[in-house]
C-alpha cells in the first residue's frame, strides 16, 4: 500500500495505490478494497474494485490507512499505512472553489468524490470555529456573515442530496451519504 504523497492538506488529492499484488490466475480476479480511520471514525473508500489505485480528499488529522485485498473465492490479505493531513489556510474565494469542485464531481458523474469533498471541507469548518460555528470564513460584518455562512451551507447540503441520489445503491453507498450529511451538521449546525 502506497500513499501519495505521504503527507499534505486536507482538500489536496491523495493517491493511494495497491502495486504488486497477484494470485494463481484460477483465483482472479483481485478486489481492492480502501478505507480510512480518524480517531472514531471509519470511512470506507472503495470496495471491491478491480481497481488497485485510487485518487481521494482526506479531511484534515492523522488517518489511518487500509486495503482489502480479495479474491474470487474470498480469501483475503490485508495492508495498512499512514498519512498526515493537516488543515490549509482557505481564503473565501478557495473555499467556494472546494465546493464548487464538488459540484463538478456530481454533475460528472462521480457521486462518491463530491462527498467525500464535502466531508473534509465540513470538517475544516467544524475545526477551524468549533462549537460557535457561527462565523464561515472569517467575515467581518456579521449580518453578511449570517447570509453567507446560511447561503454556503444550504449550497453544500444541496450538492452533498444530488450526490445521494446518483450515488451507488449499496450499503456503502449509504454510509457514505450518512456520513456526508452527518459532518455536514456537525459543522453547521445553527445554520443547517
Partial sequence: ??????SGEALTDFEL??????DDDSDLPLTYSFGYSLGSTIQVLGSNSLADSLSVVFPAGELAISLVVSDAYG????????????TPTLSA?????SVERAKDSVEGGTPEVAQRLLVALA????DAFGSSRRRL?????????????????QWMLDIARSASSIAEESAEGRAQ????????LNAAPDVL
Fill in 1 to 6: 500500500l502506497t500513499v501519495s504523497p505521504e
Fill in 17 to 22: 495505490t495497491a502495486p504488486g499484488w497477484s
Fill in 75 to 86: 480469501a483475503w490479505s490485508t495492508k495498512s499505512g499512514a498519512v498526515s493531513v493537516s
Fill in 93 to 97: 474565494d478557495d473555499f467556494l472553489l
Fill in 123 to 126: 470538517r475544516l469548518v467544524e
Fill in 137 to 153: 470564513l472569517g467575515e467581518t460584518n456579521a449580518t453578511n456573515a449570517d447570509a453567507f455562512n446560511s447561503t454556503v451551507a
Fill in 177 to 184: 451519504a450518512i456520513s456526508t450529511l452527518t459532518a455536514l
